[in-house]
C-alpha cells in the first residue's frame, strides 16, 4: 500500500508556472503507475497525465495540457511531479494524484487503487 500527499498548489496569474509534487509513503514505489487528475466546481473529475512504473519511460497527457505541462518521476525521492507552464484560467482545479500497480500510463481513474487528497491551483485572468 501507497499514501500519496499532494503539495505545490497555489494561485498564480495566467502565463505563469507551478510545480505539484505527490509524494508516496510505502515500499516500492517504483512499481506503481501514477496518474494527475483534476476536478473543478460542477464538472467531473478529468485525466491530464499519467507515467508509468518502473522508471516511467511512458507518458500520456490530455490534449488540453500538452506541450504546456511535463509529468516526471524521482523513485528515489519517492515522488512524481507535474509540472505546470503557461497556465490558463481553464486549469483551475483541484488536482489529484493517483497511483496503480498496474502497468501504465493509465488514463483511466478506475484503474487507480490510491488517490491523494488533492492541491488546490488557481490561476487568475
Known amino acids: 500500500q501507497v499514501q500519496l500527499v499532494e503539495s505545490g498548489g497555489g494561485l498564480v496569474q495566467a502565463g505563469g508556472s507551478l510545480r505539484l509534487s505527490c509524494v508516496a509513503s510505502?515500499?516500492?514505489?517504483?512499481?506503481?503507475?501514477v496518474g494527475w487528475f483534476r476536478q473543478s466546481p460542477a464538472k467531473e473529475r478529468e485525466f491530464v497525465a499519467a507515467?508509468?512504473?518502473?522508471?516511467?519511460?511512458?507518458?500520456a497527457y490530455a490534449d488540453s495540457v500538452k506541450g504546456r505541462f511535463t509529468i516526471s518521476r524521482d523513485d528515489a525521492e519517492n515522488t512524481v511531479y507535474l509540472h505546470m507552464n503557461i497556465l490558463l484560467p481553464q486549469d483551475t482545479a483541484v488536482y489529484f494524484c493517483?497511483?496503480?500497480?498496474?502497468?501504465?500510463?493509465?488514463?483511466?481513474?478506475?484503474?487507480?487503487?490510491?488517490w491523494g487528497q488533492g492541491t488546490q491551483v488557481t490561476v487568475s485572468s
Open positions: 493517483a497511483a496503480s500497480t498496474t502497468y501504465g500510463p493509465l488514463l483511466r481513474e478506475s484503474l487507480y487503487n490510491y
Open positions: 510505502g515500499r516500492g514505489f517504483s512499481g506503481y503507475s
Open positions: 507515467i508509468d512504473r518502473n522508471g516511467g519511460g511512458n507518458y
